[in-house]
């Protein structure tokens, strides 16, 4: 058995990390606010993630897994891995200095010697203050890592228990042994490098993957102009050795305001700070800003001459296998159609109780069919495989069958069942 380790901040990063470091092993201490604690301890996860429950539940009843809102039971422990996830505000602008703070606070409490692992979306240069702040206290004993998270939503257990690698920075040889004692169990690669390394590393492989998210986005819109199908196009594309066949290039949604847009942000300031000009993450940010309004003006073809729309939205989560709305395209659509003055209704398969993001914006109903009846147009947001399966009669509810499908999920099961279907990356096809 492992000595304790402490996973301090219990969201999605944090719930994950400590659930799968108990089953590898250690004894973990999960350490959070006393809401937070006493919402895990009822037996309230933050959010839905598969298989995540049922994991979390046996290690606390095995006892490799305690929580606890007591900071002083952090103290004598060699190892904390910080795993907040980074809030954002309501212009998606992430609140660096919550994280910050709490970690501050961590310091002050350890009494021994001991390694602060961060994994929290935070900018290049802030284990750099975290390790002034340290020196400020008189702490030498208290060393860092950077260990940039790589939360895979509706496959996070799965992809923790096996992943890739680690990307580790550190500076002495004490924190990269005990980095490696702690992961030694998951027998993952660890690529260890220097701290900033580590942290743009982590602002880098976002940045490059929204950027191939927007190419793929560009060349869609042009294959829809001229009759090509950017799906064909895709797979031309990663035939291509030197691009391959696990390429992140699949046209589809803009990226909102989660984990891409964040580093983005970050490479965006860290420019302005460093009077360095980069124009291409620059124009990665507007290309998505402009994609976005892909779906309003389709919506708007749609709709033109409609005395009173009704929009039907199918799903209303981030992704599939979550129940979490934060970035939600769909929620940010909902609200821009109803300050349009166009009724809103959706159906989410893992919302089953009110939910504040959506008041005002959207009315929540309990299934597909009460959804479509009477909707002018149907939109496929979430692709929940249980969509997949609608019947032909349900698309025979709406008022107009129309249905704009952007990552083309339903194309072989419904397309043929409305009078329209709009997707991205090809023509519209129409009855």
Known sequence: MSETIAVVGLWHLGTVTAAVMAEAGHNVLAFDDAGVVAALDSDRLPVSEPGLAELWHAQ?????????????????????????????????????????????????????????????????????????????????????????????????????????RFVVGTRHAMDRERVAAVLRPLAAPIVSIGVESAEMTKHALNAFLATSVV?????????????????????????????????????????????LARDIGFLLELGKQHDVAPLQIDGTSKSNEEHKLWLDRSLSDLLSGEPHPRVALLGLTYKPGTDTLRSSAAVALAARLAAAGIEVVGFDPAISSYRPELSGVVTRVAGVDEALRDADVAVLMTPWPEFSEI??????????????????FLEASAAAHVDAYVAFGRPPVTA
């Open 215 to 259: 190419f793929a986005n560009e060349i869609a819109a042009i294959a829809e102009r001229v009759g090509a199908d950017a799906r064909e196009i895709e797979e031309g594309l990663k035939s291509d050795v030197r691009i391959g066949r696990r390429a992140y290039v699949r046209a589809g949604e803009a990226f909102s305001g989660g984990t």
């Open 391 to 408: 019947a032909a009669t349900s698309w025979l509810l709406m008022r107009r069958r129309r249905l704009v499908d952007p990552q083309r």
């Open 60 to 164: 606390r009843a095995a006892g490799r897994l305690r929580t606890t809102e007591n900071p002083e039971d952090l103290a004598d422990v060699p190892f904390v891995w910080i795993c907040y996830d980074t809030p954002l505000d309501a212009e998606d602008r992430p609140d660096v200095a919550f994280v910050r703070t709490r970690i501050e606070r961590v310091i002050d409490i350890l009494r021994g010697p001991a390694t602060v692992a961060v994994s929290s979306q935070m900018p290049v240069g802030s284990i750099a203050q975290l390790e002034a702040y340290a020196a400020s206290r008189g702490r030498s004993d208290v060393g860092f890592a950077a260990i940039p998270e790589n939360l895979r939503l509706g496959g996070a257990i799965a992809y923790l228990r096996s992943p890739d």
